[in-house]
Structures are given as C-alpha cells and as structure tokens.
C-alpha cells in the first residue's frame, strides 16, 4: 500500500473567457483564479491532480498533449500526473483539511462506482471526468475514488512534501496507516 498527498486547490488557467484553455462554466468566477475544492473532493469522495488538458492519462501521447496545453510543464509535474495515474485501490490518501498545518483528511482508494466499470482495470481507479453542468468541474477532471475519514489528523511526516501539488509519503508512512486504522478505514487487516 502506498501513500499519496494531493491538494485541492491552486491557481486554473481555465476560467477566463478569450484565454487559449478557457473551459466554459469552470469556477472561479473569472478574474478571479484561485480555487479550493477540498468540499467537492470530500463530499464526492475524489482525490484529484490539475493540469486537466492533459487529457486521459491512460491514453497514449498524454505527455505531449500536456506540453502543447502547458508549454511551462516541468517534468517533475509530468510525473505527478504519471504517479497519480498509478494510484491503487487501497493506497491511502491524504488532503490539506486546511485548518492547522499538517491537519488533514486521511482517505482510502476505493474501486470507482459500478457506472464507470469501464474505466476500472482492477487495480488503477484513476478515471478522467469533467461536466461542469454537474460541478464535475474541470480542475477535477483527473481524480481517483477516495472513501474519506470524517475525523481529522495531524500528521508530522507530511514534510516537503505539503508544498507540492502531489506526492508519495515514503518516510513516515507508518503514522499514517496508523491515523487510518485509528478512523476505521483499514479494517480487516
């Protein structure tokens, strides 16, 4: 099992009518563009990743397809995407709960609803979606199944790795599948 942190909000190059990459309907409301989502993904029980006009990442040339829509993508932010396509069901997953530092939500990957049965291959729920009708917005596009804890941890091994947009907990992923198990989310074990 691994350990994976996401955030939920950033900056969208999407919502600004007459831009190159303007997505009709995404939120913010333009010109502002700073977003957090963490209501959307623990309500709809999501972890996600930007960079959403990178397309599928399941389909081949997604890389190239995110350097045409990002020319400034750096390769760590390629690998992001490539490791979030990797998440697997039962991985744990973390999200800024955005109250004290290192306060998170704690989460388990979980096989994607029955109506996109399709898009599972057993083993990776990564799926990309987006209706902005449904709020199924856009920035959200790239996103993995997550059954959330209601209760909050604060975990000191986040490190570094809070102030990316994405990343694997190697050292210190112990206290974490201690703060799951502690929110019932490994039982059966």
């Not at 990442?57 to 397809?65: C, S």
């Not at 991985?91 to 704690?106: E, G």
């Not at 990957?109 to 990776?124: A, I, L, N, W």
Request: hydrophobic share 35%; with cysteine.
């Amino acid at each position: 099992m691994n350990v994976w942190f996401a955030r939920c909000n950033g900056t969208t190059a999407h919502n600004a009518p007459g831009t190159r990459l303007y997505v009709p309907g995404e939120p913010p409301r333009s010109p502002a563009r700073d977003f957090n989502y963490k209501h959307e993904c623990i309500m709809g029980g999501f972890a996600r990743v930007g960079w959403p006009a990178a397309g599928d990442l399941r389909a081949v040339g997604w890389r190239q397809t995110a350097r045409a829509a990002y020319p400034d993508i750096s390769d760590e932010h390629l690998g992001y995407l490539e490791q979030f396509a990797s998440i697997r069901v039962g991985d744990l997953m973390l999200i800024p709960a955005y109250r004290d530092k290192f306060d998170v939500r704690v989460g388990v990957v979980s096989p994607p609803p029955t109506e996109r049965s399709t898009d599972f291959d057993g083993f990776h729920p990564y799926h990309y979606h987006y209706d902005v009708q449904s709020e199924a917005w856009y920035e959200n596009a790239h996103r993995v199944p997550v059954q959330w804890s209601r209760k909050f941890a604060t975990l000191s091994c986040l490190g570094r790795v809070w102030l990316k947009a994405f990343g694997q907990i190697v050292k210190g992923s112990a206290e974490v599948v201690e703060a799951a198990r502690e929110r019932g989310l490994l039982t059966g074990e």
